[in-house]
């Protein structure tokens, strides 16, 4: 698996969620909950999905109070298997997602 420096992952300020979101592996989706959030990326736990090597995945979400659906690339950079918990950066977010996140982010801290 790739990984990105620790220092380069810490760089964005990150705000407990709970919020339920899409995890695409090979163009299927995965239910998966998210529990920390940043502007650069998101620490999601699996709930059901096979088990897969790919560290390219799509992610679709809500953030909590929106009703604008954010789909963008993602990037797995961290895995801790036994808990099927996966840090994800983000990839592709257009600069109006970025800024809605950063401003969902920023709201909480």
Excluded at 42 to 64: A, C, R, T, Y
Excluded at 76 to 84: A, D, I, S
Aim: aromatic share 6%; net charge positive.
């Amino acid at each position: 698996m790739n990984t990105i420096d620790l220092e380069e992952r810490r760089k964005s300020n990150r705000v407990p969620v709970d919020m339920l979101l899409n995890k695409y592996l090979k163009g299927r989706p995965y239910l998966c909950r998210a529990t920390d959030l940043s502007a650069d990326g998101v620490l999601v736990k699996g709930i059901l999905e096979p088990q897969s090597s790919d560290v390219h995945v799509g992610l679709q979400f809500q953030l909590p109070g929106s009703d604008r659906v954010i789909t963008c690339a993602g990037q797995v950079v961290r895995e801790q298997g036994w808990q099927t918990t996966y840090g994800i950066h983000f990839r592709s977010l257009t600069p109006e997602n970025r800024a809605l996140i950063q401003r969902y982010v920023g709201d909480r801290l």
